[in-house]
DNA sequence: ACATTAAAAGTCA
DNA sequence: TGACTTTTAATGT
């Protein structure tokens, strides 16, 4: 088993090992609900707060005036979001939608200087999580720039494997309630072209397919697919 | 090689 | 039933 690496553009609980830390932080929170389809923030507002997801599910994207969009992460538990923009007192670059009904911890930026003053070791806890999201950012230019339709649909099914695939009998399941849609906008695809390509990985047994579900048959091979020359 | 558009079929609350 | 998701085909870049 390869040693895992934090590649998924959907992240599960991104704090680690920093859980004394992450409850002073969120001592100076106060928690809200939103419900889905409601954005949290929005891409050019002045950044106030930075959030903390306890539970739910948060999309973070970049949208065009058409209306298109890039989903740039998703996220479930335990996992920051805005925090970025915050540090840097520039407008937040992307909005955040909840997806789910989701329990969200508002930290307020100027709380958060006051309080790492005091215990600097709540920095790390922040630090670990954006330098999570720039590797995401990096590896996500790279699939951009170098990979074709093919290989983005395959690679972010091994990805999603790794970071929320469960095992069952006969495979290895993502079961995400993620729409062809949701694929389209995180490999910047189309939603037809994502559509194509999963029929042309189930025709090959590699994949089944159901509503909002990928069972992954064959991960080798699947894998396999991803050396072969464009 | 992939996007866009449109229309139709499938699925779930 | 109506909203959402997926499939399929034709056409455009």
Avoid: W
């Avoid at 859980?19 to 949290?40: D, F, H, R």
């Avoid at 989701?102 to 006051?114: F, L, N, P, Q, Y």
């Avoid at 093919?150 to 995400?176: M, P, Y």
């Avoid at 559509?195 to 047994?205: A, G, M, P, Q, S």
């Amino acid at each position: 088993m390869a040693e895992y690496f934090p590649d998924s553009p959907y992240v599960v609980d991104n704090v680690g090992g920093f859980s004394e830390e992450l409850m002073l932080l969120l001592s100076t929170s106060a928690t809200k609900n939103y419900n889905p389809g409601e954005i949290i923030y929005l891409q050019g507002e002045p950044s106030k707060y930075f959030y903390f997801l306890k539970d739910g599910k948060v999309k973070v994207s970049i949208f065009k005036e058409d209306g298109s969009e890039k989903i740039l992460a998703i996220q479930e538990n335990n996992t920051f979001f805005g925090e970025s923009a915050a540090f840097d007192r520039y407008p937040y670059f992307a909005t955040a939608t909840a997806m789910l009904t989701s329990r969200v911890c508002c930290i307020k930026i100027e709380d958060a200087e006051t309080l790492i003053q005091k215990h600097p070791r709540i920095s790390f806890l922040i630090i670990t999580s954006i330098i999570r999201k720039l590797r995401l950012l990096g590896l996500q230019v790279e699939d951009l720039t170098f990979l074709d339709a093919q290989k983005r649909v395959v690679h972010i099914i091994l990805k999603l494997l790794d970071e929320v695939g469960f095992s069952t009998k006969d495979g290895i399941v993502i079961e995400k309630r993620l729409t062809h849609e949701d694929l389209a906008s995180l490999t910047g695809l189309s939603r037809v072209t994502v559509t194509n390509v999963l029929n042309y990985l189930e025709k090959l047994n590699l994949i089944s397919k159901g509503r909002q579900k990928i069972m992954i048959i064959n991960k080798d091979k699947l894998s396999s697919l991803m050396e072969e020359p464009t």
